[in-house]
């Protein structure tokens, strides 16, 4: 049997064409429905009847720039919590706050899956019975069907998470969090060591708002970033499920404490007498209005930014990936790069008068003059299984020593996928041409090898494969080693976020004979790490290195 409306709650119901708002000392019993029940636990749909419900205010999200309402929940014998739609209802007009107790007249009803209550007459103030103590949601947790009984109502993670993903961040305001600290793609290494259920671990701290670009951006530190790597020590908020993944809004955005627990990192100290580099530099571009830089403004903030990467380096010798494949752009690079860390002409380039390859981006080598003497080269593998191709020389580092191999490369990327033959299988899609393309380079490394008279080889660049795929094991079992594994713990070994998982696809290789120089390897954590568009809302990051590309670059301290 349905619940009957008293005469008196029918006409606040009825005769009220403009939302009322009126502020009671006792909240009525009869004609209520409970929410539980309008979310359909009962197995009976109220969706379109006109409706009466209360509960305790836990999230005022009112205002076009939020929710536009606010998050009613009932801690009765079955405890549920729902949506109010009202976006007639002003911000900071009584009787709606947070922990006060509300009877609301309107429609029940779903908005796009939700259930929720629109059509809002009327708010009746009552109690203040203060905030529902937060339900503990437990993560990880693979199977979260049960999770849809506890949407609309507070929750708390009790233990720290970990912002894993920072993507959204500038666009929706939005965080992805993990307990256990960061995510980690689980072909990150041979072993499968983080073949963990990641989706188990992860949630997003949303912003109150599903508003694109909001102003100001949420989350933010003191510095203008929010790294991938802080932590929140408890977070609290309601819970919902939109946009494909389950949400948590925190009562007060703006409240939420991080801890600093991955600053930006200083530049990286030299280990031994030289120093060599590989950075993806994102689309140089000297043609405006293609891949890179939109404009003349833009095209001078990634020089500068550019500029304080190679200042902080210090490198002898740069692979370069991601340059448009204009002789001119390579030129400009390399003078700029130079000049910033140090060298009055500039690096030292093959100066080739045509591109190389017929791809719009390109790789290329410079060096530092003083320090490193071009011995022979470039050689270029442009065979038809590269859309890069490599390209190679042969130098001294340093007055003595013997001469050493070095190689750029920039693997077939993970987009553009087909529909059919080389598809995703676990690896991205282009596994098997990347492969064939690290085949390829291992033996264009020995040819050029047996030419110089030396099997002192090291490989630069982005691979666009993780550590434990097949490119890169095909690479170390035609003898190459890994230097990031050889000399970074499993936490460090990444220059790159994707999807909220962190993972190294810029590498550093070398042969067997060359490994014992190698003093260090690693990535500078400029880029990987900041959220995407930070220069776009933080003025001190035009100056500086920080998101000056998507990747991080990687870094060998080596001994002549």
Not at 187 to 212: C, F, G, K, L
Request: overall charge negative.
């Amino acid at each position: 049997m349905r619940r009957s409306l008293s005469p008196t709650l029918i006409l606040l119901v009825i005769g009220q064409i403009a939302i009322a708002q009126t502020v009671m000392a006792k909240c009525p019993d009869e004609g209520l429905i409970p929410i539980a029940e309008l979310r359909g636990t009962s197995g009976e749909s109220r969706e379109g009847e006109r409706i009466l419900t209360r509960g305790v205010v836990t999230g005022d999200f009112r205002g076009e720039d939020a929710l536009n309402g606010f998050y009613l929940q009932d801690d009765g014998d079955n405890p549920a919590g729902i949506f109010v739609y009202a976006p007639d209802l002003e911000p900071g007009i009584p009787p709606v706050a947070p922990g006060r107790e509300v009877v609301v007249a309107g429609q029940a009803g779903k908005f796009q899956g939700n259930r929720q209550i629109s059509r809002v007459r009327q708010v009746l103030g009552c109690d203040e019975p203060g905030l529902p103590e937060p339900v503990d949601l437990a993560l990880p947790e693979a199977e979260r069907d049960g999770w849809r009984a506890r949407e609309g109502m507070l929750v708390r993670i009790p233990e720290p998470v970990t912002v894993t993903g920072n993507f959204d961040l500038e666009r929706f305001g939005s965080l992805d969090v993990a307990v256990g600290g960061r995510l980690f793609r689980p072909t990150n290494s041979p072993d499968r060591e983080n073949a963990h259920h990641n989706d188990a671990r992860r949630i997003v701290i949303d912003d109150a708002s599903y508003s694109r670009n909001p102003r100001p951006v949420p989350y933010l530190d003191a510095e203008g970033t929010r790294r991938v790597g802080s932590v929140i020590p408890e977070l609290s908020g309601v819970l919902t499920h939109a946009f494909d993944a389950w949400r948590i809004h925190p009562l007060a955005p703006e409240a939420v404490e991080f801890e600093r627990t991955n600053p930006r990192p200083d530049a990286p100290e030299r280990q031994a007498e030289m120093r060599l580099a590989g950075f993806n530099v994102e689309n140089y571009f000297l043609t405006l209005g293609e891949r890179g830089a939109a404009d003349e403004s833009e095209l001078e903030r990634q020089r500068r930014q550019l500029a304080a990467v190679a200042e902080g380096l210090e490198s002898d010798l740069l692979g370069l990936v991601e340059v448009e494949n204009r002789p001119e752009a390579v030129a400009d690079l390399a003078e700029r790069l130079g000049k910033a860390a140090g060298l009055s002409g500039g690096y030292r380039h093959f100066g080739l008068e045509e591109g190389v390859g017929t791809d719009a981006i390109r790789v290329a080598l410079a060096w530092h003059p003083g320090r490193v003497e071009k011995l022979g080269g470039p050689w270029i593998d442009e065979r038809r299984v590269h859309h890069r191709p490599p390209v190679a020389a042969h130098f001294r580092m340093g007055p003595e020593g013997p001469g050493k191999i070095v190689a750029v490369i920039h693997h077939k990327a993970k987009t553009g996928c087909p529909e059919e033959g080389d598809v995703d299988r676990g690896q991205g899609c282009w596994n098997e041409r990347r492969t064939a393309q690290s085949e390829a380079l291992a033996e264009f490394l020995e040819e050029q090898a047996g030419k110089a008279g030396t099997d002192r080889v090291i490989i630069l660049g982005d691979i666009n494969s993780y550590g434990g795929e097949d490119p890169v094991l095909t690479l170390t079992e035609a003898g190459f080693s890994d230097l990031i594994r050889e000399h970074r713990a499993p936490e460090e070994r990444y220059s790159y976020v994707f999807h909220g998982e962190s993972g190294y696809i810029d590498t550093a290789l070398s042969s067997a004979s060359l490994i014992e120089d190698v003093v260090d390897a690693g990535f500078w954590h400029i880029n990987a790490d900041e959220p995407p568009a930070l220069h776009e809302f933080d003025s001190d990051s035009k100056a500086g290195p920080w998101r000056s590309s998507d990747h991080d670059p990687v870094w060998v301290d080596i001994e002549p």
